[in-house]
């Protein structure tokens, strides 16, 4: 069973120049986060999908960060205008749906390092 | 605050050691799961372990077992004869039982030498 994909795996951008992140669930998860890892520290949750729904988006800056999850499946998220402290690992997961189990378990991506130059 | 403390920031080891990492956390809800992550240098966390709060039983996969104990609302992970595989950045994250919204702590670096 393929894992989370995510791409690209790195990007180096310059303050203020616009990035976007791409995530591919596990197959049949209908629930997607994104999170943000600063070095030596543990993720942070972005935002919440269900199916293409927003669950929970209270952490993310909504002045500059946005997501969409289109049809429920792939999702996007984009940094505009980038700031040097958006360096990070923004991590991608997925798990099944409420009424599946093992639902709370979530699997990660290998995660998009940025670095904001 | 629901919290989840990873006192140890890192460890090192010398390979065959047997190394237990901490993770003490904070819940007001009755129901909740707890988890293990490990993280590689490649960046990925890969799932270790779920526990739900009604089960206390110690568990034991190979090398590695887990310790939870509700009265101190601990969750410890042992790693028996560590091997230099072993090395990474091992998270303990709590689930609130409804949202499941991750709490995760701030993990601990461990590195296990030849």
């Known amino acids: 069973e393929a894992g989370v994909a995510q791409s690209p795996r790195y990007k180096i951008i310059e303050k203020r120049q616009s990035v976007a992140f791409w995530c591919n669930p596990i197959s049949g998860h209908a629930t997607l986060y994104w999170y943000q890892q600063i070095l030596g520290q543990g993720p942070k949750l972005l935002i919440q999908?269900?199916?293409?729904?927003?669950?929970?988006d209270s952490q993310l800056p909504k002045d500059r960060f946005s997501a969409e999850r289109l049809k429920g499946v792939d999702s996007t998220l984009k940094i505009q205008p980038a700031k040097l402290e958006d360096s990070a690992v923004y991590l991608c997961?997925?798990?099944?749906?409420?009424?599946?189990?093992?639902?709370?378990?979530?699997?990660f991506g290998p995660g998009t390092r940025l670095l904001v130059l | 605050a629901q919290k989840v403390t990873q006192a140890q920031t890192e460890i090192s080891v010398v390979e065959k050691e047997d190394v237990t990492l901490d993770c003490v956390y904070e819940?007001?809800?009755?129901?909740?799961?707890l988890f293990w992550y490990k993280q590689p240098p490649s960046g990925e966390l890969v799932f270790l372990i779920r526990?739900?709060?009604?089960?206390?039983q110690n568990e034991i996969s190979g090398r590695y077992s887990w310790n939870f104990q509700k009265s101190t609302s601990s969750f410890n992970f042992t790693i028996t004869a560590s091997q230099v595989v072993d090395s990474a950045v091992y998270f303990c994250a709590r689930v609130d039982f409804n949202f499941n919204k991750f709490y995760f702590g701030s993990g601990t670096k461990l590195n296990v030498k030849p």
């Open positions: 526990r739900n709060s009604f089960d206390e």
């Open positions: 997961a997925s798990s099944l749906a409420p009424g599946q189990t093992p639902r709370r378990t979530q699997y």
């Open positions: 999908f269900q199916n293409n729904g927003v669950v929970d």
């Open positions: 819940t007001r809800d009755t129901t909740y799961y």
